[in-house]
């Protein structure tokens, strides 16, 4: 069956520092991928998605994420996390069906 | 473009009653997603009507349905209100590749409705 995994559930980042939010994905077949992030009282906005090809994609907001089959990831990547990054961010994986989204990484970033 | 709208933005129930929610999807697209969030829950995917048909369902209770119109316009209706239904709904346009596969959903601000 298809799932998406985020095994963290928050995280905490000071300004300035990079970070990485994980997403494992399970499906059958080559994968639609994608990141979402929601503000507060938002509905999701996204951020990239990756459908094939380089398996570097690059977003808005200076977010990219990497592709790894081998390991059926799909992390979120940011050099420099601004103060504005305080959301909740999902990752999904789109399928013939349906969309799959998992639990969400809430992020805090400290000034 | 106009981005999904959703009307109403909030909503207060009691249970027992019945809500009907509106989303007006992206203009040309034709597949219409909906889901429920609630905290710790994550999105949970309701269903998703295509050209008027629902191709796919989750798993709710009956209580849970929707249907679309020939505009792309879908609506959702949730019948005998309990308090878990308690919940920001969002809904989801997205237009599909010629493979069949989506291409990105575009939601919408969502409708928090408290069941009191």
């Known amino acids: 069956a298809q799932s998406v995994t985020q095994p963290d559930i928050h995280i905490t980042v000071s300004e300035g520092a990079s970070l990485e939010l994980r997403c494992n994905y399970s499906y059958g077949a080559t994968p639609y991928l994608f990141w979402y992030v929601q503000s507060p009282g938002q509905g999701l906005q996204l951020l990239l998605k990756y459908f094939s090809g380089d398996t570097l994609v690059q977003g808005i907001k200076g977010f990219e994420a990497e592709f790894k089959r081998s390991q059926s990831s799909f992390n979120l990547r940011k050099p420099s996390v601004h103060w504005s990054d305080a959301a909740e961010y999902f990752c999904a994986v789109g399928a013939q069906d349906q969309f799959y989204f998992g639990t969400g990484t809430s992020l805090t970033v400290i000034p | 473009k106009a981005g999904v709208t959703q009307t109403p933005r909030y909503l207060i129930k009691t249970r027992g009653q019945q809500v009907t929610l509106s989303c007006s999807p992206i203009?040309?697209?034709?597949?219409v997603s909906w889901y429920q969030q609630t905290p710790g829950q994550g999105l949970q995917f309701l269903f998703e009507?295509?050209?008027?048909?629902?191709?796919n369902k989750g798993n709710f209770p009956g209580r849970f349905s929707g249907r679309q119109f020939s505009n792309s316009r879908s609506e959702m209706n949730v019948s005998t209100l309990e308090l878990g239904d308690s919940a920001l709904y969002l809904c989801?346009?997205?237009?599909?590749?010629?493979?069949?596969?989506?291409?990105?959903?575009?939601f919408g601000p969502g409708t928090r409705l408290t069941v009191t």
């Open positions: 009507y295509f050209s008027e048909t629902q191709r």
């Open positions: 989801a346009s997205s237009q599909f590749s010629l493979a069949g596969l989506p291409n990105e959903q575009y």
């Open positions: 203009s040309g697209h034709r597949s």
